[in-house]
């Protein structure tokens, strides 16, 4: 676990995507919208020691979109967590879908991502880069929208199962650098 001696610079929002009347996609026995609860979940146990942070509902529960885009609004940074889908069950990896502002936190959550998942980086895209045209947690709350990988794919699926305890630190991680300064050295003696 990585210790931090920083200032925090910006608030954060955390969200989930998807909810139990709106489940996403469906593959292999799992719906999006459990993963991404779960995995958020798991996220803001990671980080209720290092930052201060909203998020979207209590443990468990999944707040509307229409609430987690004004949350997201009041917020630095709101970044919400979804799986991909595809037809092709071979499709694989991980991206973001954001304004073109947030492409460095997008990129640095991609590699994060790719690297502890073992997937493909597939990179910071724009909002229309995705299945839709206009995705209301970006346009309207000015959020990013991270991929986590393909459940359409068995292999991105049992790679996540067997890594989310180090994807959620991995994660949490960069959210950490991108909310805080670092303290210099001198600065923390004093």
Do not use: W
Not at 36 to 56: H, P, Q
Not at 142 to 156: M, T
Not at 162 to 169: H, M, Y
């Amino acid at each position: 676990m990585r210790q931090y001696a920083a200032l925090q610079e910006k608030s954060l929002f955390i969200s989930a995507g998807h909810s139990d009347t709106a489940p996403g996609a469906i593959g292999h026995g799992h719906t999006e919208a459990d993963i991404v609860l779960e995995f958020r979940d798991l996220l803001a146990d990671y980080l209720r020691r290092r930052v201060i942070f909203d998020k979207d509902g209590q443990p468990g529960q999944n707040l509307p979109l229409r609430d987690a885009i004004g949350a997201a609004k009041a917020h630095d940074l709101a970044v919400e967590f979804h799986c991909n889908a595809a037809a092709n069950p071979t499709a694989t990896g991980v991206e973001t879908l954001s304004h073109g502002r947030h492409y460095p936190l997008g990129n640095a959550l991609c590699q994060a991502i790719a690297d502890t998942l073992g997937i493909a980086n597939r990179g910071a895209k724009g909002e229309a880069s995705g299945q839709h045209s206009r995705l209301a947690f970006i346009s309207q709350g000015g959020g990013l929208i991270v991929e986590l990988f393909f459940l359409s794919n068995k292999r991105d699926l049992a790679k996540y199962i067997a890594n989310r305890g180090r994807l959620v630190a991995a994660v949490g991680d960069v959210l950490v650098d991108a909310t805080c300064q670092d303290i210099e050295p001198e600065a923390q003696a004093a």
